[in-house]
């Protein structure tokens, strides 16, 4: 059974919004934690109009690992979402 790239984005949304799969149990996590918007924040904080690729980059270049770890998860959620250009996570030269 072959299944198209629409489809796939369609069987995630509805994982995340029905809590289930590991997408939703992140987003309980951070909700629970209380870190909801925090890379929103430094993204914001460092001069960027929120989370976008150019704050992904700085991040993973210059941030500690919590940002590191906080923009890959950034890409992760962008890619669930679908809708409009999802985020990259940048490739390591080498």
Do not use: W
Not at 57 to 68: F, L, M, N, Q, W
Request: aromatic share 6%; charged share 35%.
């Amino acid at each position: 059974m072959k299944i198209t790239r629409n489809q796939l984005r369609k069987l995630i949304i509805e994982a995340i919004n029905e809590g289930k799969g590991p997408l939703a149990k992140l987003s309980k996590g951070i909700e629970d934690r209380g870190t909801s918007g925090d890379f929103k924040e430094y993204c914001e904080d460092e001069g960027f109009e929120g989370v976008n690729q150019s704050c992904i980059d700085h991040a993973v270049e210059k941030g500690t690992t919590k940002r590191k770890r906080q923009a890959n998860l950034a890409v992760t959620f962008s890619k669930a979402k679908g809708g409009g250009p999802s985020l990259k996570y940048p490739k390591k030269e080498g």
